[in-house]
């Protein structure tokens, strides 16, 4: 293995020793799995390479960001109602189609930043030794500028998308999109990528959880949102947090080949899996204080038995921790990923629903 810090992100590999793989199935190089999957431009190639088990990450915070606001009233600010109430006001005053506004914005970035991903790591070399699912650069199923132009047709429908929703809400909303753009792509692309620096996993935390969660539940109620909807969201970016060490953790061999220092790179795989039980558990240890408050009647709820709603995924969470707290490295944690998603899919739909059950 070649020491840390020897080859920098901009270095290449040379090409033609990779191999690839997906969970289940058998090594392949680059040119082997375009042929079995059907040739370049074909649908099922570029929907493996939106990597459909990372959109958990987008649905679960509006989903509980919905779940939060959908007791309270749109209150649109006097500076708009002349204008506003020009084009159909009982759509355009309705929450519903802001919670599906902030959806299709949530799984736009969340495909454009795994489009940008593939395309940023592509050329620099970093994907051509592979452990986990395909990527379309990479394993030259796609050219880099043809991936590229879908990162941004994503990003610019989440941009579309997003100019609207602050139109009808705050204009502030543009400026918290624009740091959700620029998350995306500087996640591995520009000149100092933060995800080669160890710094991934805060990013995926804040926006993920924190800015996701926080900002559905703004443009729906135009609040910012108290304990309940904060709370929630912190247990929103941890899960999402240990969808990305998942992955982290799997590649770490390979990154540090690579000269991208992940955060899993940097601390090791022990402490790495550590980190991933952590940010696993912490979310169901705050349902069950929540619980526990509303059950003994420190804080208000008519309906205290709802708050532990989200334990019942945990039995979800018990086989991806067995693993990560064993041995396990490279190829056999790649089980570890989709449970995860599994998990915080689940987690944040029942999560949702206890906070929706609270809040009526």
Wanted: one cysteine or more.
């Amino acid at each position: 293995m070649v020491p840390p810090g020897r080859k920098g992100p901009g270095r290449s590999l040379k090409r033609g020793a990779n191999q690839f793989t997906e969970a289940g199935g058998t090594w392949m190089t680059g040119p082997e799995m375009a042929a079995a999957r059907g040739g370049p431009g074909s649908t099922k190639q570029w929907r493996a390479g939106a990597r459909p088990r990372t959109l958990p990450a987008a649905v679960v915070p509006v989903l509980v960001g919905t779940a939060a606001a959908h007791p309270l009233s749109p209150g649109l600010p006097t500076g708009y109602a002349a204008l506003t109430h020009v084009v159909a006001p009982s759509l355009w005053d309705s929450t519903w189609w802001r919670a599906l506004g902030a959806l299709v914005v949530a799984l736009a970035l969340q495909v454009g930043t795994n489009y940008a991903n593939d395309y940023s790591d592509g050329i620099r070399g970093t994907d051509d030794q592979r452990v986990g699912p395909v990527r379309l650069v990479a394993s030259g199923l796609a050219s880099p500028q043809a991936v590229k132009r879908a990162a941004l047709l994503a990003f610019g429908i989440a941009g579309g998308v997003g100019l609207a929703l602050a139109w009808a809400t705050s204009w502030w909303v543009l400026a918290v999109g624009a740091a959700c753009l620029a998350a995306g792509w500087f996640y591995t692309g520009g000149p100092r990528p933060y995800g080669y620096a160890g710094f991934g996993e805060l990013f995926v935390f804040v926006f993920f959880g924190l800015v996701a969660t926080v900002g559905t539940y703004y443009v729906q109620t135009l609040r910012l949102g108290g304990g309940l909807v904060l709370s929630a969201s912190v247990g929103v970016g941890l899960l999402a947090t240990a969808l990305l060490l998942a992955n982290n953790l799997r590649d770490i061999d390979t990154d540090l080949i690579s000269g991208k220092r992940t955060l899993a790179a940097r601390v090791g795989r022990r402490t790495a899996g550590w980190l991933y039980v952590a940010c696993v558990v912490v979310p169901f240890l705050g349902v069950l204080g929540w619980g526990l408050l509303a059950a003994t009647g420190a804080i208000a709820d008519q309906h205290p038995v709802f708050a532990f709603l989200p334990l019942l995924a945990l039995p979800l969470a018990i086989a991806p921790i067995r693993t990560v707290s064993g041995d396990a490295t490279g190829r056999a944690l790649l089980p570890v990923l989709a449970a995860t998603g599994r998990l915080q899919l689940v987690f944040g739909a029942l999560l949702a629903g206890a906070v929706w059950l609270w809040a009526t």
